[in-house]
Each structure stands twice: as C-alpha cells, then as structure tokens.
C-alpha cells in the first residue's frame, strides 16, 4: 500500500517507496515522469479532500469523510483513497492523507 501525507497546499511531508511507485506508474501512463510531480487524479482528490473536510470541520470531526476513486490507466487499476485529518479543533491546519492500492482481480464497480 503506497501512502502519502500532503499539507493542504500539497506539499508532501511523507511518501514511502509503493507511493512513489504508483505516483510514477501513473506519471508515466501521462506521459510525464518521476514522482515529485503529483498527478492531476491525487490532486484533484486533494481538492476534494479539503473541500469535505471544510464542511465537515464544522462539527469538530478529527477525520473527515473519504474519498475514493478509481484510476484505471496504465497495466493495473490504482485505488486512491483521500481523508483529511485535523487536530480537533476547529484550527485551518490539517493534513491529507492518501493510500494508493493497485487493483489485483477484476473490477466490479467504476468510481470517479
């Protein structure tokens, strides 16, 4: 499982080695390459993220409501996973976290 902790102007602050092969695979299914350009799916779930997250926050959640979707380009699908977490306050800070998975088996259901 890749994971990746990003602040909310997407700076990453953690990326272990499966992110940074996923992050790659999927650069590279663009056209592009290397891992420290996120690819346009991780930051539109970013934006995702924090938009939840801001209408959430109101309530004090720690963890806001995740997001998933579905990124099928390149020689497997990757499942991407997006939550942002805060500190419990009502404080702008928070921090997004990603899980990259890639699929193993067939695909039953498409998602954004």
Known sequence: MGILVLTPSHQALFRNLE??????QINRAHGTSGVE???LEVLSL???VKTRLRRNNSAGRVVGPTVTCLLEKGPKP?????LGITDGSRSPAFRILIL??????????RLG
């Open 78 to 82: 990757i499942r991407l996973r997006g």
């Open 100 to 109: 990259l998975n890639e699929e193993h088996g067939p695909t039953t259901r």
């Open 19 to 24: 992110a940074a092969r996923l992050i790659t």
């Open 46 to 48: 970013c934006m995702e």
């Open 37 to 39: 350009v996120l690819p």
